[in-house]
């Protein structure tokens, strides 16, 4: 027998801030409210061990920060379903497959979020974890006394370079053009630091290594001389990518693919809302993507747009 689609007000996919916060004030307001996310509630700040920047809390973790909004939305109802991947969604008629059952909503509220892009080069794959990282919070402690190499040149890369000084005893930052993104203070507080050496006009060809990384090999960009770096991590930082391809032709975008919304988070199909940092806006932070999901919960609970 097969069984029945589960049906529900609101079904909220992604389950960091702004998916969280949007399930407090739909649960809040009464409505049937399904929370789904691929992996445990928290989303991107889960992992950083220092917030400062939340009102109201002077500082915490991003797993505490998250337990309590979990702790809320469940509290007023939301039904969370962790390790749980949308893989097709039907916007139009709202309904939603996932690896492991089917759904059908009144409304639907996108809170996926974005990620890191990836180099795409040989050895960033096969090396994650070993020495390939994403999270210089998270995996800094692991380099303690070695040499390392930051991938980038805007405020993210010369912000968690800074960061893993603490840590290694010298951090390459890598970049392919002569001059850094990155904001003057950032800028000044790097070239000042002993530890940090630029590469520059710079690209990674490859990340080698068998356990773990050994070294990368670098292409100079004016010359194309290839040359090898010995180092046994390599942190990058190229920006970032929405998880917004599941939507793909079924909403409007910007040209990276970040979704477009009017102010109470409307896409262009009646009932679909975008939250956080999935949509396209000019600052992605927690708060920002908490008053994302809150504008959007009203907006689907009052079946407005
Ligand atoms: C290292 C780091 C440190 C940061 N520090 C700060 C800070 O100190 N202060 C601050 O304000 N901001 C900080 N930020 C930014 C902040 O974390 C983000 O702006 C915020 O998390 C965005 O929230 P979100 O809910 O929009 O998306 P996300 O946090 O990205 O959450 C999206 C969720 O959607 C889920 N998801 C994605 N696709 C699917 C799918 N197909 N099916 C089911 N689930 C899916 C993901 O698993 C994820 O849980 C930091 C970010 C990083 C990476």
Redesign the pocket.
């Known amino acids: 027998m097969v069984n029945p689609m589960e049906e529900y007000d609101t079904i909220i ?9 949007a399930a407090i004030y739909s649960s809040r307001e009464g409505q049937k409210t399904l929370l ?13 061990s ?5 009102p109201g809390v002077k500082s915490t973790s ?1 797993a505490a920060l998250i337990s309590t909004m979990v702790g809320q939305a469940t509290s007023f109802g939301t039904k969370i379903k962790q390790f ?4 097709e969604a039907n916007l139009k008629e709202k309904i939603i497959k ?1 690896d492991r059952g089917e759904y059908k909503s009144k409304s639907i509220i996108i ?6 892009r990836k180099l795409n080069v040989p050895g960033e794959e096969e090396l994650l974890g070993k020495g390939v990282s ?5 995996d800094g402690p692991f380099f303690k006394n070695q040499e390392v190499a930051v991938i980038g040149g805007g405020d ?1 890369a010369i912000e ?1 370079g800074l960061h893993l000084t603490k840590f290694a005893n010298k951090v390459y930052i890598i970049h392919r053009r002569n001059e850094l993104r990155a904001s003057k203070r950032l800028q000044d507080l790097a070239f000042s630091n002993p530890k940090i050496e630029f590469i520059w006009n710079s690209e990674v060809s490859s990340i080698n290594g068998n356990a773990n990384v050994e070294s990368i090999t670098l292409k100079n960009n004016n010359s194309n001389e290839e040359t090898s770096l010995a180092l046994s991590g390599a942190f990058i930082f190229i920006g970032m990518l929405p ?1 917004s391809e ?1 939507f793909k032709g079924q909403l409007e975008t910007d040209p990276r693919g970040y979704i477009l919304t009017g102010e109470w988070m409307q896409t262009k199909i009646p009932g679909v809302y975008a ?5 396209h806006s000019p600052l ?6 908490t008053s ?2 809150t504008v959007s919960a009203v907006s689907a609970s009052r079946g407005q747009f």
């Open positions: 996919i992604g389950a960091g801030p702004a998916g969280l916060t789904l996310d691929k992996a445990v509630p928290g989303g991107q700040i889960y992992l950083s220092i917030v400062e920047n939340y991003g749980e991947e949308v893989k996932t809170a996926t979020g974005n990620r890191w994403y999270c210089a919070t998270c993210s968690e998880n599941i939250a956080g940092d999935v949509r992605k932070q927690v708060t920002t993507a994302d999901g």
